[in-house]
C-alpha cells in the first residue's frame, strides 16, 4: 500500500469530451483509496474510485456518485495500480480525465516524480475457483494462481486485424516497461460513429492510434508490434484498480473491454462477502 509524497500536478484534453482539465494529486492516509474531487462544482462532490459506484458507458469506464461523474479514469488508475499506489485525492477540474497520449506512461512519470510512499501491507484478494463472465464473443475469468497475470487474447475477426496474444506477470518493472507505454486505439470505419455518439471529441492521430482500413497506422508509429493487446491488459489493469484490493490469481481475457472488465471486479467482489 502506498501514497505520493507530495502533490503532483496534471493538465490536459479529455478524449471524449474534448475538455481541458486539470488534476491536483495529494497524498492520502492509508485505507483512503483514490478519491475524485470535482472542483468545478462548487460543492465539491467526491467519487471514490470503487466499483461500487461503476456506471457502465460505451468504451470506457465511467464512475457516478449522486449524478456526478468522472470519466474515462481507467489509465490514470492503471498507472495507480501499476505503481502499487492505493491512497490519493485527486482533485479535478472537469468530469473527465486527461487522455494525455493515450496511454498510462506520463501518468506514471507525473506519480513517481512526486515520489512514492510506502504504507505498508494493503488487502489482496486470492482468486481460488474459475471466475467467468462472457458476453457474445467476449470472455474474462479468474484462475488462481500465484502473483497477478493476464493473458488477452486480440481478434476482430478482420482480415487486416492479425489475431494478437499478449501475457505477463504484472509486477511494477513489467507494467511500466510492458504495458504503460501502450496506447488506445481505433479502427477508422469506427471515428464516425462514435463522434455521432457524442465521443471521441479531444482524440487526435497523437492520442490515439487510428488504424486504416488496410491494417497501417495513421500518422503515428506503433511503440510495440502487439500495442493493442498491451493496452488491453493496461484497461484491465486499470479497471481491477476498482476491486480495492491487490488480485493473486491470472485473468484471461478474450475480446474483453471495460464493461467485461467491470462485470468480472463485481463478481470477484460479490465472492468476498
Same mark, same amino acid.
Given at each position: 500500500?502506498?501514497?505520493?509524497?507530495?502533490?503532483?500536478?496534471?493538465?490536459?484534453?479529455?478524449?471524449?469530451?474534448? /475538455?481541458?482539465?486539470? *488534476?491536483?494529486?495529494?497524498?492520502?492516509?492509508? =485505507?483512503?483509496?483514490?478519491?475524485?474531487?470535482?472542483?468545478?462544482?462548487?460543492?465539491? @462532490?467526491?467519487?471514490?474510485?470503487?466499483?461500487?459506484?461503476?456506471? &457502465?458507458?460505451?468504451?470506457?469506464?465511467?464512475?457516478? #456518485?449522486?449524478?456526478?461523474?468522472?470519466?474515462?479514469?481507467?489509465?490514470?488508475? $492503471?498507472?495507480?495500480?501499476?505503481?502499487?499506489?492505493?491512497?490519493?485525492?485527486?482533485?479535478?477540474?472537469?468530469?473527465?480525465?486527461?487522455?494525455?497520449?493515450?496511454?498510462?506512461?506520463?501518468?506514471?512519470?507525473?506519480?513517481?516524480?512526486? =515520489?512514492?510512499?510506502?504504507?505498508?501491507?494493503?488487502?489482496?484478494?486470492?482468486?481460488?475457483?474459475?471466475?467467468?463472465?462472457?458476453?457474445?464473443?467476449?470472455?474474462? %475469468?479468474?484462475? @488462481?494462481?500465484?502473483?497477478?497475470?493476464?493473458? &488477452?487474447?486480440?481478434?476482430?475477426?478482420?482480415?487486416?486485424?492479425?489475431?494478437?496474444?499478449?501475457?505477463?506477470?504484472?509486477?511494477?518493472?513489467?507494467?511500466?516497461?510492458?504495458?504503460?507505454?501502450?496506447?488506445?486505439?481505433?479502427? %477508422? %470505419?469506427?471515428?464516425?460513429?462514435?463522434?455521432?455518439?457524442?465521443? +471521441?471529441?479531444? $482524440?487526435?492521430?497523437?492520442?490515439?492510434?487510428?488504424?486504416?482500413?488496410?491494417?497501417?497506422?495513421?500518422?503515428?508509429?506503433?511503440?510495440?508490434?502487439?500495442?493493442?493487446?498491451?493496452?488491453?491488459? *493496461?484497461?484491465?489493469? +486499470?479497471?481491477?484498480?476498482?476491486?480495492?484490493?491487490?488480485? /493473486? +490469481?491470472? *485473468?484471461?481475457?478474450?475480446?474483453?473491454?471495460? #464493461?467485461?472488465?467491470?462485470?468480472?471486479?463485481?463478481?470477484?467482489?460479490?465472492?468476498?462477502?
Amino acid at each position: 500500500m502506498a501514497t505520493i509524497s507530495n502533490i503532483a500536478h496534471f493538465e490536459g484534453i479529455g478524449l471524449h469530451t474534448g /475538455e481541458n482539465v486539470k *488534476l491536483n494529486i495529494h497524498p492520502a492516509d492509508t =485505507g483512503h483509496g483514490v478519491v475524485f474531487v470535482r472542483t468545478d462544482i462548487e460543492s465539491r @462532490p467526491k467519487v471514490p474510485a470503487s466499483i461500487d459506484y461503476i456506471d &457502465y458507458r460505451q468504451r470506457r469506464t465511467a464512475l457516478v #456518485n449522486d449524478g456526478v461523474e468522472i470519466q474515462t479514469p481507467e489509465h490514470f488508475l $492503471a498507472a495507480c495500480y501499476g505503481l502499487g499506489i492505493d491512497n490519493l485525492l485527486v482533485e479535478i477540474s472537469g468530469p473527465e480525465l486527461p487522455g494525455a497520449d493515450g496511454s498510462a506512461l506520463p501518468f506514471c512519470q507525473a506519480l513517481m516524480d512526486a =515520489g512514492i510512499e510506502e504504507q505498508g501491507t494493503g488487502k489482496t484478494i486470492k482468486i481460488d475457483s474459475e471466475l467467468q463472465v462472457d458476453r457474445d464473443k467476449a470472455s474474462i %475469468k479468474a484462475m @488462481p494462481d500465484t502473483g497477478f497475470h493476464i493473458e &488477452y487474447t486480440l481478434d476482430h475477426d478482420l482480415d487486416f486485424f492479425p489475431k494478437q496474444v499478449f501475457s505477463l506477470e504484472i509486477t511494477k518493472d513489467s507494467f511500466i516497461k510492458e504495458i504503460a507505454p501502450a496506447r488506445t486505439f481505433v479502427l %477508422k %470505419k469506427e471515428v464516425e460513429a462514435l463522434q455521432k455518439f457524442g465521443l +471521441g471529441k479531444g $482524440a487526435t492521430v497523437k492520442n490515439t492510434l487510428v488504424i486504416d482500413d488496410d491494417g497501417s497506422i495513421i500518422d503515428n508509429e506503433l511503440r510495440f508490434a502487439d500495442e493493442f493487446t498491451r493496452h488491453k491488459i *493496461l484497461d484491465i489493469v +486499470g479497471d481491477f484498480f476498482l476491486l480495492g484490493a491487490r488480485l /493473486e +490469481g491470472k *485473468l484471461y481475457a478474450h475480446r474483453s473491454g471495460h #464493461n467485461l472488465n467491470a462485470l468480472l471486479v463485481e463478481k470477484i467482489q460479490a465472492c468476498q462477502s
